[in-house]
Structure formats: structure tokens, C-alpha cells
């Protein structure tokens, strides 16, 4: 039951950064102005497009190494994998919450965290 919940749980980090993947380099100017309007001035976000691509390319990365991670038959490689790759996700949301928004913590940061104690749970 708890591989069950952390698989989950990784499957809903991974859509998530698949979705800010897309809001990051597809949709900068309109999603990513709403989410980030705290974050940065209105006037930023033109000039800022190419970078929050970039970003959102390593988004994407994630995303494929947490999905890889599910898809893994090896549950000693699964997990493994797993855990390096929800551990870079919460490196890069407390990164944001400190240096962006805190909100970053809560969006990002806390689903990777719950996710990482159901896998080391799991196993």
C-alpha cells in the first residue's frame, strides 16, 4: 500500500513539473506572469522569456527522471532513482523559496518532500 501512495506521489511531482515545464516555455508571459506576480515587476517578464525557458527545460528534466523512475522494474534502480531525483526537486523549490517566493516551498518543495518520505517508506 505505501509503494501504492509513493508512486502517486511521484507521478503528481512529475505532472507538475511537466506543467510548470509548459508555463516556463510556452507560457511565460500569460501563466507565468500569474504565477509569478509577487515574484517579479510586469515589465520583466518580456525580456526574461528565453530564461524562464531555460528553466523550464530543466523542469522537464525532472519530470522525465521522476517518470523514468516509475517506469523502472528494478525496485532497488527505481528507488534509487526516485530518491535523486525528488531530492534535486526539493534542492530547487527551497532554492526558490529563498531566493523567489515562498510560496515555491509549498507548491514545490513540500509535494517533493512527502513524496521522498513515502518512498524511503516504502522500501
Known sequence: MLSVI???LVAVVALEHL?????????????????????????LF???KGLAANQGLYNGFLAAGLIWSLLISDPVWSVNVGIFFLS????????G???ATKKIFFVQALPAILALLFVLLAR
Open 6 to 8: 509513493a508512486n502517486i
Open 19 to 43: 506543467y510548470i515545464l509548459w508555463m516556463e516555455m510556452f507560457a511565460w508571459e500569460t501563466a507565468g506572469k500569474k504565477t509569478f506576480k509577487s515574484a517579479l515587476p510586469e515589465a
Open 46 to 48: 518580456k525580456p526574461t
Open 88 to 95: 534535486c526537486v526539493i534542492v530547487a523549490g527551497l532554492y
Open 97 to 99: 523559496a529563498f531566493s
